[in-house]
């Protein structure tokens, strides 16, 4: 159940906020994520991020309509920093380029997964603040994938990216919840790479 505060709707939009809030802001998505990388999310109390912040409750809650709205926030801000710590020149070869790019997506998952664990639970949240963040989210990670099968053309390339996407989601459900072993959502990714290996060095 999310976590709601009483009688705000909470939620600043980013845009237009001054520097010293925007500041504010990151140092409360920062200190949720710090403590995901510790705790479960079901373990994490909202009070408990305000805390790590240095910011009152009721000063979170300005930012943040519910726990599910500032964890889709902790979830783009994780994202972004996985982002900037790739080395995002090109290989020669981009078939390597596109399975290193796979097996560093996975790996992420595979060191913290309850990152995706909480990827999954916020799929169901009624708030509107938190969906719109999950959306972006959503978009940036098809964009970037779409970006890495762009020889295959526009069109093959979106489709390649759903469908990747939808492997790599599918087998780390198996992984994290049901006991498969990690292995196998590296090799079922491979092998759906196996499949596009020709046409991705026709170019």
Excluded: C
Aim: net charge neutral; aromatic share 8%.
């Amino acid at each position: 159940m999310a976590e709601h505060a009483q009688g705000t709707a909470g939620g600043l939009s980013v845009e237009g906020l001054p520097a010293w809030q925007l500041a504010r802001r990151e140092r409360i998505v920062v200190a949720g994520l710090r403590l995901l990388e510790k705790h479960e999310y079901d373990r994490i109390q909202i009070r408990d991020v305000a805390q790590e912040a240095g910011v009152a409750l009721g000063t979170l809650y300005r930012y943040f309509s519910s726990k599910e709205h500032l964890y889709a926030a902790v979830l783009l801000e994780w994202s972004a920093l996985g982002r900037a710590g790739e080395r995002r020149t090109r290989r020669k070869n981009p078939e390597q380029h596109l399975r290193s790019r796979i097996r560093g997506v996975i790996t992420a998952f595979e060191r913290q997964p309850q990152f995706y664990k909480v990827h999954v639970l916020l799929q169901s949240s009624t708030d509107p603040n938190a969906k719109a963040l999950l959306t972006d989210f959503a978009e940036v990670a098809q964009a970037s994938l779409v970006d890495d099968f762009a020889v295959l053309g526009p069109g093959r390339a979106e489709d390649s990216a759903t469908m990747m996407w939808a492997i790599i989601h599918s087998m780390l459900t198996q992984a994290i919840y049901h006991g498969v072993a990690m292995s196998e959502v590296y090799r079922i990714a491979d092998g759906f790479i196996d499949l596009l290996a020709n046409d991705l060095h026709a170019t």
